[in-house]
């Protein structure tokens, strides 16, 4: 009998950092449940503001055009891996610099009107398209006011 209660308290011993980590399996499970239900409950597409040029503005063709937006998403948070910026139809996202809260891409554009669409979404899928165009003017026609 003896040996049957030492293999008992055996496996007992053996068992309770297995026993330990069942019982703290349903913590970790809702943590991550809380999070997903988080970006589950995100319905609002990610804000864009400060866009620059500014939506009709005329710029100079001096030196390098910057196009630049800021972005935020105060829910499950922008996906930075989903921003695109396109100048003119054309995707310039590789040659624009991203970071957390906005993008900006500096060229030398042609004299004339432009358009610039960015698109990126939040975590929980939820799309953001923003477009907007701009002149550069040609040196010519630059007048200062």
């Known amino acids: 009998m003896h040996s049957i209660r030492s293999k008992i308290a055996t496996a007992a011993l053996l068992l309770a950092p297995v026993a330990a980590l069942v019982a703290a399996q349903p913590a970790a499970a809702q943590e991550r449940h809380d999070d997903h239900r988080a970006v589950r409950f995100d319905h609002r597409a990610p804000q864009v503001f400060d866009v620059t040029p500014n939506q009709?503005?005329?710029?100079?063709?001096?030196?390098?055009?910057?196009?630049?937006?800021?972005?935020?998403?105060?829910?499950?948070?922008?996906?930075?891996?989903?921003?695109?910026l396109k100048i003119d139809h054309r995707d310039v996202t590789r040659h624009a610099r991203v970071n957390g809260s906005d993008v900006r891409y500096s060229a030398d554009l042609q004299p004339g009107r432009h358009a610039a669409e960015l698109v990126l979404r939040d975590r929980a899928g939820n799309v953001t398209h923003r477009s907007w165009t701009f002149a550069v003017a040609d040196r010519g026609t630059w007048h200062r006011s």
């Open 56 to 84: 009709g503005q005329r710029v100079s063709d001096r030196g390098r055009t910057t196009v630049s937006a800021r972005f935020a998403d105060d829910a499950s948070g922008v996906d930075l891996r989903s921003v695109t």
